[in-house]
């Protein structure tokens, strides 16, 4: 029990000196990547010198750290992030994988070698499809209908207002029709009223003077 307490002191004494001594500044420039929420990604860190003490940063602060070829990684890191001890001993890689992105993954991750060169990577979670989606359903101030938008909405909208259009336009020249006749009738009555009785007189003229040869004829003597 005295040696399990023991070695936790230890490696909380080695962490906390191993980060006063940990650089502030990356070495080099800052190369931004993007990772997918819920993705595995990688950061893919090097060492220039084999060192089995290493540590992994992120915002200054540690996430994991080899030991004489164990493996340490702080809480809440443990399930998601894998690094190899061996490998950064061996090749000098000390590629970092995150299972499972999370939008609160992102930061400025470093990794200082033996040398005390620092690469740094600035990692930015982007949201997936689904999660984005989520996310302008919150951000928006009206809800969305659940009905589609129709295709033909637009044709079918111009149809509809050019019919009502003819029908005004159609009702509107009846009108002036109507009112047109209904002006011009009483005159045509009119016109036809003295033409018929022109037509009369005309005619009982020509009856009159029938007759009144019909008399005269009738009159004159008539020879032997």
């Not at 029990?1 to 002191?9: E, I």
């Not at 070698?113 to 949201?127: A, E, G, I, M, W």
């Not at 589609?148 to 509809?160: E, I, L, R, S």
């Amino acid at each position: 029990m005295m040696k399990d307490a023991m070695a936790q002191l230890l490696l909380l004494l080695t962490a906390l000196v191993h980060a006063s001594q940990a650089p502030e500044e990356c070495s080099g420039p800052t190369t931004e990547i993007c990772a997918t929420v819920g993705s595995n990604f990688t950061l893919p860190f090097r060492s220039s010198g084999c060192d089995p003490r290493c540590t992994w940063l992120r915002d200054c602060h540690d996430v994991c750290f080899c030991r004489d070829g164990y493996l340490h990684c702080e809480a809440g890191y443990k399930s998601r992030f894998k690094v190899s001890c061996e490998n950064v001993t061996a090749e000098g890689d000390g590629s970092m994988i995150i299972l499972s992105v999370q939008e609160g993954d992102g930061g400025l991750y470093c990794f200082p070698d033996s040398r005390h060169n620092s690469s740094c990577f600035n990692l930015v979670v982007k949201p997936n499809g689904t999660s984005r989606q989520v996310a302008d359903l919150k951000n928006s101030t009206t809800l969305p209908n659940n009905t589609t938008d129709d295709p033909n909405k637009g044709w079918k909208t111009g149809v509809a207002v050019g019919f009502a259009i003819g029908l005004v336009v159609g009702f509107l020249l009846g009108a002036l029709a109507f009112h047109f006749l209904k002006k011009k009738c009483p005159n045509q009555l009119v016109q036809d009223v003295h033409h018929d009785q022109r037509r009369n007189d005309v005619e009982m003229q020509r009856n009159g003077d029938n007759n009144e040869d019909d008399t005269q004829h009738q009159l004159m003597p008539q020879e032997g």
